[in-house]
Antibody, heavy 119, light 111 residues
């Protein structure tokens, strides 16, 4: 059974750094892309970027390029989304999801990680 | 860049059929696959249709997807509505410059 298990909710202050994770199991982690999707409170889904853990090829949405970093550690089947300096506007739910091509067709989704940034 | 436009909300009674549209602003809707994701309140999205009209295993055949080139739109049709179908539904597609574009989402109320 394919599973994506995300790390738990985080509460941070503006300016702090953060790295959240998404651990894949039940499939060949290095053979599928993993994408990240943001959902701000009460809003829709926004694609942030994708990574191919096999070779770390990473693509970013222009809206998120330079704002976040996507990475993966294939030795532990885990993808990451990180911020170097959080803003209050980063408060959102973040989902990871798998796709077998760089042209996104998400099939399996993680449960989401809620990030709250507040002073 | 293209956009996908969905109605903000739709409502229908249990047992009836509802159709949610997703109109592509530029480029042909038929050129790139369209996916549909269901998000129930307080839950993560799940995929209900991929590649225009394919259902993942476990998704009931009450859910179907289609493409209409004349209106440059995709549609998600849910027949035999159940209260459990009440959710937000998002369409999504892509092109060579944009790996993923989501529609704004449609809130389905089953009343």
């Amino acid at each position: 059974e394919v599973q994506l298990v995300q790390s738990g909710a985080e509460v941070k202050k503006p300016g702090e750094s953060l790295k959240i994770s998404c651990k894949g199991s039940g499939y060949s982690f290095t053979s599928y892309w993993i994408g990240w999707v943001r959902q701000m409170p009460g809003k829709g889904l926004e694609w942030m970027g994708i990574i191919y853990p096999g070779d770390s090829d990473t693509r970013y949405s222009p809206s998120f390029q330079g704002q976040v970093t996507i990475s993966a550690d294939k030795s532990i089947s885990t993808a990451y989304l990180q911020w170097s300096s959080l803003k209050a506007s980063d408060t959102a739910m973040y989902y990871c999801a798998t796709t077998d091509t760089a042209m996104v067709i998400f099939d399996y989704w993680g449960q989401g990680t809620l990030v709250t940034v507040s002073s | 860049n293209f956009m996908l436009t969905q109605p903000h909300s739709v409502s229908e009674s249990p047992g009836k059929t509802v159709t949610i549209s997703c109109t592509r602003s530029s480029g042909s809707i038929a050129s790139n696959y369209v996916q549909w994701y269901q998000q129930r309140p307080g839950s993560a999205p799940t995929t209900v249709i991929y590649e225009d009209n394919q259902r993942p295993s476990g998704v009931p055949d009450r859910f179907s997807g289609s493409i209409d080139s004349s209106s440059n739109s995709a549609s998600l049709t849910i027949s035999g509505l159940k209260t459990e179908d009440e959710a937000d539904y998002y369409c999504q597609s892509y092109d060579s410059s944009n790996p993923a574009v989501f529609g704004g989402g449609t809130q389905l109320t089953v009343l």
